[in-house]
Nanobody, 126 residues
Framework: QVQLAESGGGSVQSGGSLRLSCVVFGYTGSSYCQAWFRQAPGKEREIVAAIDSHGTTDMADSVKGRFTISQDNAKKMVYLQMNGLKPEDTAMYYC????????????????????WGQGTQVTVSS
């Protein structure tokens, strides 16, 4: 059973930085997508960034140039470095993972992620 656990959320002022971490337990398989999603109150959940098993990354337009996703396979960790934070980045952030089989699309476009963490809150004040 795959389990994910996020950490690193908190409260910062506009323009500040945070790094979110996600540890992935119990995952097996050589081909996968890992991603960060966020959901603000009253809004739909949206994907923020994704990375595949080859290390290819993809970022949502709303965070390009400010956020970076990375992974450390030896430590089974996925990170989201967030710089230049804005109040509109305030949300609960979730780490997600999904094994892929013969998938030729991007992880940002993957329609189903079956494994989720509990979320970590990010609050940006103006």
């Amino acid at each position: 059973q795959v389990q994910l656990a996020e950490s690193g959320g908190g409260s910062v002022q506009s323009g500040g930085s945070l790094r979110l971490s996600c540890v992935v337990f119990g995952y097996t398989g050589s081909s996968y997508c890992q991603a960060w999603f966020r959901q603000a109150p009253g809004k739909e959940r949206e994907i923020v960034a994704a990375i595949d098993s080859h290390g290819t990354t993809d970022m949502a337009d709303s965070v390009k140039g400010r956020f970076t996703i990375s992974q450390d396979n030896a430590k089974k960790m996925v990170y989201l470095q967030m710089n230049g934070l804005k109040p509109e980045d305030t949300a609960m952030y979730y780490c997600a993972a999904q094994k892929t089989v013969q998938y030729s699309g991007t992880c940002l476009g993957l329609m189903f992620y079956g494994n989720w963490g509990q979320g970590t809150q990010v609050t940006v004040s103006s």
